[in-house]
């Protein structure tokens, strides 16, 4: 019986460790889903990215290092305490047989309330639909026809009349570094006043699968226009975000197109439709 309680706890505790490891991620878990814009093409949304293949590649390999991490401690700490338990370190001493049931106890809680916690996560996303969702001005309204979200006055060129770029990327840069403080703390009521429902039902779901406590850090983030044009009743745009992130305490490069989308008509928001990762 004590052997059995033995094997139960190794087995627990290398389970529980590599359930509660999970990388931080940041905004959309580092991944392409969601709509695009249909002016947008790969090969326009990766016009400006700068060369960075090799570094993007030595981090991609870190890390895939650190995904086995967690769960090769767990199966470290096992071997230890089989070693000890079998080895007869603790013979004779019946004290540990109320440890290990504590133990046994406590690290099978922890994983059943870490896969408990992913499970409503998730249940929740699949259920919720958010069919009001608070128009959110992405950036400041003005007075002008159409003038909504990131929008003001006339810009000369094939941007639309009403656009105006700076507030534009100035409210794009903001409003990245507000959804990646809501994604860390699984905010999801603020994240659904800036994406589409279609988007948000899809972050629901990526957001389930990574830990509960994400951390990031924007250490440094950059933001350029790509393209902005009205299709009939809707307008649609592209920003291409990139810098560096602090993802479990390591510094990543990272490099995305946002498509965002709005209504043609005064004081309408933009909303995210999709992110898409581009390629050094």
Known sequence: MRHLLITLLIGLMSFGLAVEHADAKRFGGGKSFGSYSRSSSPSSSQ??????????????????????????????AGGLLASLFFGGAFNGIRFMDILLIALLGFVAWKVLAARRRATNTGAHGEQHQPQQRQAHDMGGTSSGAAGGAMGGAAMAGSEPEWFNREQFLSGAKE????????????????????????????????????SANNQTEVVRLFAELGDVREHGKQAEATVLFHGIMKEDGQDNEFNETWHLVREVRDQSPWYIQGIEQNNA
Not at 51 to 62: I, S, V
């Open 175 to 210: 409003h990245f570094m507000n959804l990646q403080r809501a994604w860390d703390n699984n905010d999801f009521e603020k994240i659904q006043e800036f994406v589409t429902p279609e988007l948000y039902n899809l972050l629901r779901k990526e957001r389930a699968e990574q």
């Open 47 to 76: 016009a400006s990215t700068p060369p960075r293949q090799a570094q993007q590649g030595t981090r991609a390999a870190g890390g895939g290092m650190s995904r086995f991490m967690g769960p090769l401690a767990g199966i470290m």
